[in-house]
């Protein structure tokens, strides 16, 4: 499907790196080498660590920066006694806007299941912020030939409880786990293949208008080298960035990427 109506979404999620006075110096650098064209043609949005979101918050409204900001993760619940948990709530009130949910990480580290990921995306819409839907195959389930049974089932049941009007303004991640952080980048065609079938998948899931409407991203080792191929796709509307979206320059020219398009 032609993306041409939908904006890029450039997300950097820098997982546990950057304290809150590295993050505000990478903010900062990243808003000197960004222009309000660059941002008038992608959206930004930046996953510090839970601990740099209020200092990257009051940076980002005190010098009126368009980058908009992102969590990496929220318990599912509101409030409670669950010790070290974040909820989606208290993100909301440090204006946060995309949170990130699923990431294989959380998956394959911290136990997070399909089941806990649909009550997750329900809590980030209950309090109006977008989620970033992450799934991904392992390396072992893309050599049996299961990519896209593995992908498609993580979709309909973080899904199943959506309404069109919640799927459409939502965001997919697809991230095949063996090319996150490992300098392994799935070929173009191979990421447009999956990310134009999780697409088709939307469309039988909810309709075709949301999936029509839908930002699907790719993540996996994306560079400045690599993403201009990445975004000629035509269902690819963004990218998800961990280690290059730490170092700001490289960031930016990720961000950039237009400029280079022959
Ligand atoms: P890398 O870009 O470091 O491969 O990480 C991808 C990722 O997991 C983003 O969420």
Known sequence: ???ETRKPL???????????FEAIQCIQK?????????????????HPPFTDLRSAQTLIDADELRFILGAQHCHEADSGAFTGEISAQFLAKLNVRYVIVGHSERRELFGETDEVVQQKLVSIQKHKMTPILCVGETL???EAGLTHDKILGQVRTALAKQSVEQVRSMVIAYEPIWAIGTGKTATADDAQRVISAIRQEVAKISSKMAAEAIRLQYGGSVKASNIGEIMSQP????VLVGGASLDSAEFARICQYRLRAS
């Open 10 to 20: 450039i997300s950097g999620n820098w997982k546990m790196n950057h304290n809150h």
């Open 1 to 3: 499907m032609s993306n």
């Open 140 to 142: 072992s389930d893309r």
């Open 235 to 238: 269902d690819i509307d963004g």
């Open 30 to 46: 990243l808003a000197y080498l960004l222009t309000k064209d660059d941002f008038a043609a992608v959206d930004v949005t930046i």
